[in-house]
């Protein structure tokens, strides 16, 4: 079997780099085991006042507690509707459309957008109800055992290489929770964070000069904006995420002509990877991850019935599902990059630590937690450092491309740049 996976491995593209992926991916496997048996120190005290502060006393028979009761009420008595279910989208349609409102659904981005007073409601009830549901009490009595959270890690669980988790939302930890997150006494964490990695991705991998010298500051999309949008960041940072993502309209349209002029190269790397997936192509990663086909649900066209005279109908199914899979492809090759280079930053990070107490923790797409004896934590964060410039070296040579890393030594992990 290893011989077989030696010449598998030999026969692709570039053989090199997809050695790397595979030592990457087995490294990350051993590093899941490892965090799932060592736990994210989790103060189940502290969790369980933050509930309290948030959402009030807990219901005795098992419903709603004091906070979201309140809130539920305040609602039906805003909306004029006796007994409204407020966590039921399509009792709050209804609701709303009784007084005037037609809403197409109930997502936050479209209440804000309403001025009613039931809608400052509906957000805070949204907000603690997610909160009760996933991170609630039953979920801390679940989880928490021996002043630890340890969840199941799934590395490569995403189509693009990212982690995934079976049960216990660890990668969807919200701000105000991670104050239960507190080191062991004498204990320090070290939290690093990849800022801007997507965009440094693409001027590694794109090898568009411009934007490479850009990507070698500390804030890309401020080199971005002194090149080439007079200064402004804003419309910088709209231009680079709208040619990954795929944003087309609104104030993207402009914004993405500066960047397609100023950064051909660039441009050029993420749309031809959107037109290899409308055409039903396949699309691959720095390293070699190829994305899914099709038939695996990502704007599958072969179950689209050929239509000659309707194929050049934007508006077709044909035409959205083409759109829909060259939006993925696009951001496929940047985002499985970016997903290659984290795992390469952790399996340097867990060598660098070997024969140490400390400890990695926690480690989410471009993340990392490692929990450190105090007097270690300042040589544990030069070792993440490290690890990050070891992992761009691997990855993509001697670029110009720098991925700095935002280190925090805190108690706590709320308390993380």
Known sequence: MYADQLARVAATEHPGRFRLLVAAESAGALVAAEMGVAGLPW?????????????????????????????????????????????????????????????PNTRAWVLRGVDHPAVPLVLEYKELYRIWTAHGWAWLDQWVRGGRFQPEYVPGGVVSGRWATRGGGALQIP?????????????????????????????AVSGDARLAAAGG??????????????????????????????????????ALAVLKRSYPTAFGYVEAAARTGET??????????????????????????????????????????????????????????????????????????????????????DEVVVHAPADQADAVAEAVNRSGERASALLFGATPVRFPLDLSIVDCYADAA
């Open 43 to 103: 103060r189940a005290d502290v969790h369980n006042e933050i509930l309290h502060e948030l959402l009030g006393e807990a219901s005795p028979v098992g419903g709603p507690p004091r906070r979201l009761a309140e809130l539920a009420a305040r609602i039906a008595d805003a909306l004029g509707v006796r007994g409204l279910h407020a966590d039921s989208p399509a009792e709050l349609l209804k609701a709303f459309a009784r007084v005037g409102v037609e809403l």
């Open 175 to 203: 701000k105000v929770i991670r104050r239960a997150v507190v080191a062991d006494p004498g204990w320090r964490l070290v939290v690093a964070d990849a800022g801007q990695l997507e965009p440094r991705v693409l001027a």
């Open 217 to 254: 500051a500390g804030d890309l999309y401020a080199a971005l904006a002194r090149d080439s949008f007079g200064g402004d960041r804003a419309k910088a940072k709209v231009a680079l995420l709208g040619a990954m993502y795929g944003q087309t309209g609104g104030a993207a349209v402009p």
């Open 280 to 365: 039903g192509g396949l699309v691959r990663s720095w390293l070699g991850r190829t994305c899914p086909p099709g038939s695996a649900g990502f704007g599958d066209l072969d179950d689209e019935p050929a239509d000659p005279e309707g194929s050049a109908d934007p508006h077709s199914p044909r035409a959205r599902a083409a759109r829909s899979r060259g939006r993925f492809t696009r951001n496929f090759v940047i985002q499985a990059t970016a997903a290659e280079w984290a795992s390469t930053l952790l399996a340097t990070l867990r060598t660098e630590l070997s024969g140490t107490a400390a400890e990695l923790v926690f480690f989410q797409h």
